[in-house]
């Protein structure tokens, strides 16, 4: 948010189901409306890969403005099947809260990995497929597969920009493209992708890395320090200029 204010960007704050469960759906949502309030600025709450129908729309009824299913895992028939039956629900009650789905399946996990990320050529999204899905759901945004992976690989990512370029063309206008799995993707090919389609970018890994790194090293340097808010305070520095970092690359300011 301290990012966001600075460059006056919009942003969209992702928790995972992980996540919702530590934080709190209504906390969450409580502490990023005081933030907007006081910040005026355009703050989406996303409720990042909810695998189940329910999960989904536990997040919309707790107040998230944004939702995100993920039933990548699902054979696309099931897939299109569960992400309809959110758009139809979240649509019946707020038509303007956008939802996500998502096809194509993406490696990884959130963490800087130990080995390499093998892609598959049939983990990537197919054109076809996707203005299928696309058209029977309803979606607003569309996340796909394209070479991305979730966390830092140890060897670098390399997106199929042309596949992001043949998926925009047959989306409808109005459906945004997400790019899962953005943190250790080279800035030179964030950029292409930005030009060929992608909308919206998710960062999670090198946020927490960053924050974790910096973590530790207070703790090293500090062992004797039990006051939470100055061992956290360097941290949170950290998080805030890997941010700035990224809103300068997706040219998200003003």
Known sequence: MEAAKRFN??????????????VGLRQAVAMVKSFKEEYSLPVFLNPDHSHSVESAKDAFDAGFDSVHIDLSKLPIKENIEG?????DYVKSKKLEVSVEGELGYLRGESRVQKEVIKIKPEDLTKPEEAAEFA?????DRFAGAYGNSH????????????RIRAVRKVLPEKVAM????????????????????IANIH???EIRTAYVEALRKFLAD???ETTPYKILALAVEAARKKVEEKLKLFGNIN
């Open 135 to 139: 058209d029977k759901t309803g979606i």
């Open 151 to 162: 966390g830092i690989s140890l060897d670098e990512p390399a997106l199929d920009i042309e």
């Open 178 to 197: 997400v790019l899962h799995g953005g943190s250790g993707i080279p800035d030179s090919q964030i950029k292409e992708a930005i030009k060929a389609g």
């Open 222 to 224: 500090n062992p004797e």
């Open 83 to 87: 992400t309809k039956k959110v758009v």
């Open 9 to 22: 960007a919009s942003i969209m704050i992702g928790l995972s189901e992980g996540e919702r469960k530590f």
């Open 203 to 205: 960062i999670n890994t």
